[in-house]
């Protein structure tokens, strides 16, 4: 069956086949993106596939060298610290701007995310660390504020692979807790505490993060399923 999409689209859908890959794990940080294998698994040409990784570089979560293709990245501890650094600044900004603003609307919205989160809580790991993230999207989202969200999807990307490499399994029953005191705190205006309640949650997550790296299948099996959601058709 011949994908009859137009090309912008399918590129599209690859960039966020192998960004959900990533994300949730299944490329593992550090393993090698042949094109030719990962064009043959997605159904798309290897300039589709280079499209692809050259979006997920300018994210941080591609490595790009010449002579030695892609591989998913492979922040150090250093770096990884930087990026929780960043991130820590972004989001009590995050938190400032949305304390007294935030709708009911947008308050139930945040509401049955944390659900989904409490659902996840025990049974996925890379799951719930892509829920944890999609939250903190969501709160810059809901700012109005384009810049601001766009540094904030960077940063939690960057974070998930992070939280790939260094992270235990962590209780995401916590996470999911401080969520919802967050939620509260912006509910009813408190900025000061709203940012505080976030700095306090974003730095609880890089402690319950371990320092030791995580011990590989073939690519084409792990990118199976990341295919067949994007409607991508391998021959």
Known sequence: MTDSRQPGLRAQSVYRALRRAIIEQALKPGMKLPEDSIGE???VSRTLVREAFGRLAVEGLVELKPNRGASVAYPTLEEARDVF?????LERLVAENLAGRLTAAQAAELEDHVR???KAHGQDGPESIRLAGEFHIKLAEMTGNAL???YVQEVSSRCSLILAIYGRPHSSECAVSEHRQLIEALRAGDG???A???DHHLQAVVTR???TPRAERDIRDLLAPYAL???LNPP
């Open 41 to 43: 698994q997605l159904g």
């Open 85 to 89: 650094d960043v991130r820590r600044g």
């Open 116 to 118: 989904q989160e409490d």
């Open 148 to 150: 601001l969200l766009r």
């Open 192 to 194: 000061a505490r709203a």
């Open 196 to 198: 505080h309640l976030m």
């Open 209 to 211: 993060a371990l320092l």
């Open 229 to 231: 959601s994007e409607g």
